[in-house]
């Protein structure tokens, strides 16, 4: 008997997780975007009532930082705090066929046994930003099941800030005697963290530097509010209850509904762009008329309907 998208949703909404695995299915299934859509649709603002409580957490940084050595003793923190977690890990996507080359999950350790987590990996679809649109839709979805939805990508760069559409809270993980530093500071992607972390502070004193030098360029450019937690790995862990709180901070201090709000609009502008072409845009008025559209559209609408709004007066 075929799942019943619609029932997956309603499942999810309810607070179901076990139907997760077979909802991500569905959305990762680029064949079927109207099965993907019945989903999403039992998911929405609308049918939840507002925003979905979860906190949506993206960690990025370059190849290598540690991040899934970093998400190890932060989902384990998280369990221990009585939170449930669901992971996306976006890895390179395969050219011959499309899926993801490195399997993250395997290397975020957890116990398959805790019904509490759910680890994915997800490809990145070729792009650039590193966030293929089924990890958007798929980050919606478990939002309305999980406590906590983590997406991780594969780097960091001018171009690699996709997650900060997706995510209420970025953190971008550097570690230090690396280069990340200075590679971060060249990229001029300062103002994407909402909290900064430095690996291997058992270095001693080049994670010192590390973490000094990046609160100088953030008091530089006016971000000195930005946290910078360093954080070690090795048994025992440090610092990782004070990321937890942290990342946590970050979310009270924001308006959720407003950012979510933000995202969804500049989400689908830039998925339109990219299917369509700036010509598109020129043919709507320009991107400021685009965001207008966009702007007088249903709060609540998801990416889909608003792209689904420009395709029609495009």
């Given at each position: ?46 049918e939840l009532g507002g925003e979905s409580p979860a906190h949506l957490v993206g960690v990025t940084g370059p190849p290598g930082a540690g991040k899934s050595t970093l998400l190890s003793a932060l989902v384990a923190e998280w369990r221990g705090r009585g939170r449930t977690v669901a992971v996306l890990a976006v890895d390179p996507s395969s050219k011959r066929s499309g899926g993801s080359l490195l399997a993250d999950r395997a290397r975020i350790e957890h116990d398959p046994k805790d019904d509490g987590i759910l680890i994915r990996s997800t490809a990145a679809g070729g792009r650039l930003g590193g966030l293929a649109v089924a990890t ?179």
């Amino acid at each position: 008997m075929a799942t019943d998208p619609s029932e997956l949703g309603r499942r999810l909404r309810a607070g179901d997780r076990s139907a997760a695995p077979v909802a991500l299915n569905v959305i990762e299934n680029r064949a079927d975007r109207e099965a993907a859509a019945a989903v999403l649709a039992e998911v929405s603002p609308d049918e939840l009532g507002g925003e979905s409580p979860a906190h949506l957490v993206g960690v990025t940084g370059p190849p290598g930082a540690g991040k899934s050595t970093l998400l190890s003793a932060l989902v384990a923190e998280w369990r221990g705090r009585g939170r449930t977690v669901a992971v996306l890990a976006v890895d390179p996507s395969s050219k011959r066929s499309g899926g993801s080359l490195l399997a993250d999950r395997a290397r975020i350790e957890h116990d398959p046994k805790d019904d509490g987590i759910l680890i994915r990996s997800t490809a990145a679809g070729g792009r650039l930003g590193g966030l293929a649109v089924a990890t958007r839709e798929a980050a919606e979805a478990l939002a309305a099941a999980f406590d906590l939805v983590v997406v991780e990508t594969v780097g960091v760069g001018q171009s690699e800030t996709d997650v900060e559409e997706v995510c209420d809270t970025v953190a971008v993980v550097v570690q230090p005697a690396s280069g990340d530093v200075l590679q971060f500071l060249k990229a001029g992607i300062m103002e994407v963290p909402d909290v900064l972390v430095v690996t291997k502070a058992d270095l001693g004193d080049a994670a010192r530097r590390a973490q000094r030098d990046l609160e100088q360029a953030l008091a530089a450019l006016g971000s000195g509010g930005v946290p910078v937690v360093p954080v070690s790995s090795v048994p025992p862990p440090t610092g990782i209850a004070e990321l937890a709180d942290a990342i946590e901070a970050h979310r009270r201090g924001i308006d959720v509904a407003e950012r979510r709000l933000r995202a969804r609009r500049a989400s689908a502008l830039r998925e339109f762009v990219a299917e369509h072409g700036e010509r598109a845009l020129r043919g709507l008025g320009g991107r400021r008329e685009a965001e207008r559209l966009l702007a007088a559209e249903d709060p609540s609408a998801n990416v889909n309907a608003l792209i689904e709004t420009l395709k029609a007066r495009a």
